[in-house]
Nanobody, 120 residues
Framework: QVQLVESGGGLVQPGGSLTLSCAAS????????MGWYRQAPGKQRELVAI???????NYADSVKGRFTISRDNAKNTVYLQMNNLKPEDTARYYC??????????????WGQGTQVTVSS
C-alpha cells in the first residue's frame, strides 16, 4: 500500500508564497514521474507541474515563471514552490506519484489534496 501525505496549503494574500510538500510512503521500489494537479470549484482537474526522475520538468503555461517543482528521490518527496500567487491559483492541489511497487508493477497514486486559497 502506497500512501501520499500532502502538506503546506493554506490562505495567502495575492503576491504571497506557499510551498507544498508530498511524501510517498509504503513498499516502493522506485518512483518515476511526480507531479501536482489542481482543481477549482466547477472546473476540471488540470496539470500544474510534473517532474521526471531525471529532473526534467513541465509546467502549465499559467504557472511558468512563478511555480517551481522539485523532488528528493531519497525521501520519495515532491515539492511545489509557489510564488507571486494570484486569486486564480485558488484550488485544491493534488499530488500524484508514479511508482513501481512489489507485486503490482507501475501504478499512479494520488493524495487527498490540500487547499490553497489566494485572497486579500
Amino acid at each position: 500500500q502506497v500512501q501520499l501525505v500532502e502538506s503546506g496549503g493554506g490562505l495567502v494574500q495575492p503576491g504571497g508564497s506557499l510551498t507544498l510538500s508530498c511524501a510517498a510512503s509504503g513498499r516502493i521500489f522506485i518512483t518515476y514521474a511526480m507531479g501536482w494537479y489542481r482543481q477549482a470549484p466547477g472546473k476540471q482537474r488540470e496539470l500544474v507541474a510534473i517532474i521526471i526522475r531525471d529532473g526534467s520538468t513541465n509546467y502549465a503555461d499559467s504557472v511558468k515563471g512563478r511555480f517551481t517543482i522539485s523532488r528528493d528521490n531519497a525521501k520519495n518527496t515532491v515539492y511545489l514552490q509557489m510564488n507571486n500567487l494570484k486569486p486564480e491559483d485558488t484550488a485544491r492541489y493534488y499530488c500524484t506519484v508514479q511508482a513501481l511497487v512489489p507485486g503490482k508493477g507501475v501504478e499512479d497514486y494520488w493524495g487527498q489534496g490540500t487547499q490553497v486559497t489566494v485572497s486579500s
